[in-house]
T-cell receptor, first 114, second 111 residues
Framework: DAMVIQNPRYQVTQFGKPVTLSCSQT?????MYWYQQKSSQAPKLLFH???????NEADTPDNFQSRRPNTSFCFLDIRSPGLGDAAMYLC?????????????FGPGTRLTVL | SQQGEEDPQALSIQEGENATMNCSYK?????LQWYRQNSGRGLVHLIL?????REKHSGRLRVTLDTSKKSSSLLITASRAADTASYFC???????????FGAGTTVTVRA
């Protein structure tokens, strides 16, 4: 089945130790998104790629970077995780940009920072 | 800041009852979507309603949209234990690609 896959599902890292989360899709969608979701809060968009074009949200900390080496894969790099970065990280895809398109979400990676 | 706000924050109902939750938003929209999130999982798209539509159905789900009041409601009829989840509304803003999610309504269906 076509889907959005995130690895790992659970990630534990130490304060300040770089970590990479990965997302892959078999939907062949143009757009890939990364969201951060803290407990009982709304998902917050960090950035998105339309094909190779990268768009950072204005309030996304510099500590967060992303790479999309090809259509299928997208990575979230947290350069120096702080305790406040502990959250669920959700990857999503859509065919096109715009709110008229459904977003397809992966199962998420729960990040713990010790 | 969030565009959408869900109400109530939490809802507990008996299996077989209906569940209704509301979403209010601040600025004009093109579309409004509802998503479900089971505990510790990703979001699943439920339904999309366009700004020129007033009501939409999908199985046991009914969504209404009142653009004059900037509000939407999601009704789940004949609820089941499997409907236990958080439900989020998501709006786009005219001329913006982004979806803005509300904080969600947590629904618990008791057997």
């Amino acid at each position: 089945d076509a889907m959005v896959i995130q690895n790992p599902r659970y990630q534990v890292t130490q304060f300040g130790k770089p970590v990479t989360l990965s997302c892959s899709q078999t939907l062949n969608h143009n757009v890939m998104y990364w969201y951060q979701q803290k407990s009982s809060q709304a998902p917050k968009l960090l950035f998105h790629y339309y094909d190779k074009d990268f768009n950072n949200e204005a309030d996304t900390p510099d500590n967060f970077q992303s790479r999309r080496p090809n259509t299928s894969f997208c990575f979230l790099d947290i350069r120096s995780p702080g305790l406040g970065d502990a959250a669920m990280y959700l990857c999503a895809t859509s065919r096109e940009l715009g709110g008229g398109d459904t977003q397809y979400f992966g199962p998420g990676t729960r990040l713990t920072v010790l | 800041s969030q565009q959408g706000e869900e109400d109530p924050q939490a809802l507990s109902i008996q299996e077989g009852e209906n569940a209704t939750m509301n979403c209010s938003y601040k600025t004009s929209i093109n579309n409004l979507q509802w998503y479900r999130q089971n505990s510790g999982r990703g979001l699943v798209h439920l339904i999309l309603i366009r700004s020129n539509e007033r009501e939409k159905h999908s199985g046991r789900l009914r969504v209404t949209l009142d653009t004059s009041k900037k509000s939407s409601s999601l009704l789940i009829t004949a609820s089941r234990a499997a409907d236990t989840a958080s439900y989020f509304c998501a709006t786009d803003v005219s001329n913006d690609y982004k979806l803005s999610f509300g904080a969600g309504t947590t629904v618990t269906v008791r057997a």
